[in-house]
């Protein structure tokens, strides 16, 4: 693979990456709440979420879904249920009281503390089977039919290393926000903002299917 060809699959992964979705808002949301290290740290649920993804793809999961409208549509609906539950939680649940600057605290207990954390952001990415047909769609456009598990690997290695890049630009571009979600009424505001968005990527996600 060229160096032209390499740059271009890497800005497509960018473009794919820094569009609005739930992985995105789920980061700003932490990033903003317990600074940007942990929000980081939290997205690598996401990321294992997306290797199991790419090679479900690559081993032709992609290939029957696109035939199986059935199978499809019933993952999609499974998988808009996810984001309007942790929507519904993040209304529901009590609020948290952001430090105006940079750490990254997090009350003991809160959101089930870091591993509840990984395991909301690796559902988030799991619960979204349209990127599968995304990888089944991206991936023979830059690999030959000799080319290999190898290159594979290297294109979903270099797709997941683009996410982590991307995002945790973002997360550290988020501290200017930590301002203006301090104190106890702020911070409620905040998991209210991101629940609404959460229920809205749900909504939308069912949307196609039953219109």
Known sequence: MGFTTFATFVLIGAAQVASPGPSTVFLLNNAIMYG?????LVLSGDLVAIVILASLS???????????????????????VYP????LRYFRAPSVVV?????????????????????QSFGIGISNPKAILFFAALFPQFVPADGGPGLLAVLVG?????????????????????SL???????????????????MFGLGMIWPILA
Do not use: C, Y
């Not at 690559?58 to 808009?80: C, D, I, K, S």
């Not at 270099?158 to 930590?178: D, E, I, P």
């Not at 301090?182 to 505001?189: F, I, K, R, T, Y």
């Open 58 to 80: 690559a081993a032709g999961v992609g290939a029957l879904l696109a035939t199986n409208v059935t199978l499809f549509t019933a993952l999609r609906l499974g998988g808009a």
């Open 158 to 178: 270099t797709f997941v290393a683009t996410k982590l890049f991307v995002l945790a630009g973002f997360a550290f571009g988020a501290r200017q926000l930590r």
């Open 84 to 87: 309007l539950w942790l929507g």
């Open 99 to 119: 430090e105006d600057g940079d750490g990254d605290g997090m009350p003991a207990g809160q959101d089930g503390g870091s591993l509840g954390l990984w395991l």
């Open 181 to 199: 979600f301090s104190g106890q009424d702020n911070g409620a505001l905040g998991r209210r903002l991101t629940g609404a968005l959460f229920i």
């Open 36 to 40: 940007p290290r942990r929000a980081i």
